[in-house]
């Protein structure tokens, strides 16, 4: 109960926090930034973002931490959940930009498991004008994603979504925070 009531906190104050808010900050850090969108209609549905410090299943770890970042189980003619992370931070509370994001070469993607999306472009348009995704870009690492299918065997494709990961250092700017 404790760890749950800590997520939801943690997820609060980084869902509240804006490019000035940052006054705790005392060094640069990593965050990793997960993004849902929906595999048949290519609608960003929400996210979640962590700092970091059945059939089966499948799990992503931050490998220099080994911190959890997500989980989801897969069933067997059934359909399976996504137990971490429990909550997203639905779409409509991510800020947006006045212009979409222009879409990285297909090179900058990364498939991580299962196949790779035939048109990167229909995922990239759900998610082209968060403000967040800019500053990821900032990062210049690769844009990992992978499609979760909660079922398997007769699966139905309404249920499974495309998983994006993303990169983002927050600079630490001592000047700024003394």
Same mark, same amino acid.
């Given at each position: 109960?404790?760890?749950?009531f800590? &997520?939801? &906190?943690?997820?609060?104050? &980084?869902? *509240?926090? *804006? ?8 060094e =640069?850090y990593?965050s ?10 290519n609608?960003?549905? @929400?996210?979640?973002?962590?700092q970091?410090n059945?059939f @089966? ?10 911190d959890? &970042?997500?989980?989801? *189980?897969?069933?067997w003619?059934g359909? @399976?959940?996504?137990?971490y ?12 930009l006045?212009s979409?994001?222009t879409?990285?070469? =297909?090179s900058?993607?990364?498939?991580i ?5 035939? =048109?990167y472009?229909?995922?990239w348009? *759900? ?5 967040i995704?800019?500053?990821c870009? =900032?990062?210049?690492?690769k844009?990992?994603?992978?499609l979760?299918t909660?079922?398997?065997?007769? @699966?139905?494709?309404?249920? #499974?979504? #495309?998983?994006?990961?993303m ?10 925070y003394?």
């Amino acid at each position: 109960m404790k760890k749950a009531f800590l &997520l939801l &906190l943690s997820i609060f104050i &980084l869902s *509240s926090c *804006s490019k000035g808010d940052k006054d705790n900050i005392t060094e =640069d850090y990593n965050s990793i930034v997960i993004l849902k969108v929906d595999y048949m209609t290519n609608k960003f549905e @929400g996210g979640y973002e962590q700092q970091v410090n059945s059939f @089966g299943n499948i799990s992503l770890y931050y490998k220099p931490t080994n911190d959890l &970042l997500f989980d989801g *189980s897969i069933i067997w003619m059934g359909t @399976g959940t996504i137990n971490y992370p429990k909550i997203f931070i639905p779409a409509s509370k991510y800020s947006l930009l006045e212009s979409p994001i222009t879409k990285p070469e =297909d090179s900058k993607f990364k498939c991580i498991f299962g196949t790779p999306p035939t =048109d990167y472009s229909l995922i990239w348009n *759900s998610i082209n004008r968060l403000t967040i995704v800019s500053n990821c870009l =900032d990062s210049k690492k690769k844009i990992d994603l992978f499609l979760y299918t909660p079922s398997v065997g007769a @699966g139905n494709p309404n249920d #499974w979504d #495309w998983i994006i990961v993303m990169n983002r250092t927050i600079k630490y700017d001592p000047i700024k925070y003394k």
